[in-house]
């Protein structure tokens, strides 16, 4: 029987500054031999991304319409891995990421997630946090890997979505499946927490999980989210 292959698959929109970097940290920090592919899906970017994307060494570039749930769904469409592995443009997986993925055994799960720069005691309190197996410490930041099968019996991301994709997707993960957290860390930027505020910024994803919880719809959330964050 055949080892399985992980597909990578990274929504890109305007992220010129940090693409090239993270390819060469996924190559370097991988085996090829468990890696079937490097996706990055494009959604009309403006920056440069698609020239940078174009000149990458072992990389398939993907165009498709704007919206990180659509370019998610998109490049698993193309994806040819038993195991698809989700991870935002600005996050960076940890050394041997795709041993830890397949050493798990598990159809679907994420890694835990820390923060740089870590200049906030909020930023390293809501790290510590993310150990534990609750939506309310769940994003696509941590990055998601998933048996190409269940994405597909699942339905993918709903695109309906365009902020709390992620949470909503794992939510129905959890509830048909087994889901497993990684002792190891992927790194993302704090440059959201930077521009907005640590604490305000958690205050106004609070509030998204808890309209989530009360049923409102995506366009609600998204409007909440457009108004409230940079």
């Not at 698809?84 to 993925?101: G, T, V």
């Not at 890694?111 to 720069?117: D, G, N, S, V």
């Not at 521009?195 to 959330?221: Q, S, W």
Request: proline share 3%; glycine share 6%.
């Amino acid at each position: 029987m055949n080892k399985p292959q992980i597909s990578i698959i990274i929504p890109v929109l305007n992220e010129a500054d940090t693409i090239g970097k993270l390819v060469s940290h996924l190559l370097d920090a991988s085996n090829t031999r468990n890696v079937k592919e490097i996706i990055l899906v494009d959604g009309g970017s403006t920056d440069g991304s698609v020239t940078i994307m174009r000149e990458l060494n072992g990389v398939k570039l993907h165009q498709s319409e704007k919206g990180r749930a659509t370019q998610m769904n998109a490049g698993a469409a193309i994806a040819k891995g038993d195991l698809l592995y989700f991870l935002h443009a600005d996050s960076f997986p940890p050394l041997e990421f795709d041993r830890m993925i397949l050493a798990s055994h598990s159809p679907t799960g994420c890694f835990r997630l820390k923060f740089e720069p870590a200049n906030s005691p909020w930023l390293k309190l809501a790290s510590w946090f993310t150990k534990f197996d609750s939506s309310l410490f769940r994003g696509g930041d941590q990055s998601l890997f998933i048996e190409a099968g269940v994405f597909k019996t699942l339905g993918g991301y709903d695109e309906r979505y365009t902020v709390y994709e992620d949470v909503e997707f794992i939510n129905r993960i959890k509830r048909n499946h087994e889901f497993s957290i990684l002792k190891d860390f992927v790194t993302t930027s704090s440059r959201r927490f930077q521009e907005n505020g640590t604490l305000r910024l958690y205050y106004h994803f609070a509030a998204i999980h808890l309209k989530a919880l009360m049923g409102r719809d995506p366009e609600v959330l998204s409007a909440y989210y457009q108004k409230h964050i940079k």
